[in-house]
């Protein structure tokens, strides 16, 4: 088996229809025929790749086309892989265990103390085969969608990073990462914070009185090729407090409307029961469900009581 190569920025367009049609034909067998998965906005696959660095991976047949790839991602300590697939005529033949594991030696080799995936929960065939890798089940992240009030407005004083000079955004990114290595030491996502601003697919927020007790990362662009944005899509968030919490979503609401945007997506891990109760009484919907999973000894994150950290492991 040949080994990996980067991905490059040139390969989007590859890996973008061995996506489509792996997850398409996986769909299907899951008995949603039908079902299409489109093709992702190469300014979201540059977002993920970029950040990803090394970590984005791809295995070639003997014409040079394009047969697997995976992106593992690494924030400080929290290690994590996705999107990744295997071309559909290559699929039981031992490919997607040399994909799955290059991914596992590579955050190893970067030292996370998080490695993780997410899968479908109805999909039972992938769940088996992740777990004879040593992945074990975990909670679910659920897709939660809230609709922005008419004329929202509020008063909750915070800090946008895009308002900022360059000086003055790292300043603030390192500021994050020092507030959350204090709840989540090793924890980082400062590449993500300046990636976003830098290639305008969103923007974060920070919410601060004596110093930071929140921010959420969030894009606005479009995640499927050739669509217009749906809505606000929440990537990053920690929060000091429910209450945190609760100014992080308005001020959301707010940021959504200044870009048009009538809906906001929150991918929230179920193991903060209290942060996911305060979601439904906010009046947002369930949309999707996916299963986390985790290496087994590679799931250390534990937080102070009341905090919370959303952190999505898709792009």
């Known amino acids: 088996m040949h080994r990996p190569s980067r991905i490059g920025i040139t390969d989007i367009d590859d890996i973008n229809r061995v996506f489509s049609d792996a997850f398409t034909d996986r769909y299907r067998r899951d008995g949603l025929v039908g079902v299409r998965v489109p093709r992702l906005n190469p300014a979201i696959w540059r977002y993920a790749l970029e950040g990803a660095g090394t970590g984005a991976m791809l295995w070639r047949d003997e014409r040079g086309q394009v047969m697997a790839f995976n992106v593992a991602h690494c924030s400080g300590r929290e290690g994590w892989m996705g999107p990744l697939a295997v071309r559909t005529d290559r699929q039981g033949f031992g490919l997607g265990q040399v994909v799955v594991m290059s991914a596992v030696k590579w955050l190893q080799s970067r030292s996370a103390s998080t490695i993780g995936l997410e899968t479908m929960p109805r999909t039972v065939d992938n769940i088996g085969f992740y777990s004879r890798l040593g992945f074990l089940p975990g909670h679910l992240t659920v897709t939660a969608v809230g609709d922005v009030r008419p004329r929202v407005a509020t008063d909750i004083p915070f800090v946008r990073l895009s308002n900022l000079s360059r000086t003055h955004q790292e300043e603030l990114i390192a500021g994050c990462r020092a507030r959350l290595d204090q709840s989540a030491p090793g924890y980082d ?32 662009a479009a995640l499927v090729e050739a669509r217009p944005p749906e809505e606000l899509r929440l990537l990053k968030l920690f929060a000091d407090s429910r209450e945190t919490l609760d100014s992080l979503l308005a001020v959301l609401e707010v940021c959504a409307t200044e870009v048009a945007l009538g809906r906001i997506a929150v991918r929230a891990q179920t193991r903060f029961r209290d942060a996911y109760t305060l979601l439904v009484q906010r009046g947002y919907r369930v949309r999707w469900t996916d299963l986390r999973m985790t290496l087994e000894g590679y799931d250390s994150l534990t937080l102070p009581q009341g905090e919370v950290l959303f952190s999505n492991w898709e792009i």
């Open 189 to 220: 996502f400062s590449r993500e914070l300046m990636l976003t601003e830098e290639l305008g697919v969103g923007d974060t927020i920070v919410l601060e009185q004596g110093g930071i007790r929140g921010f959420a990362l969030w894009h606005h």
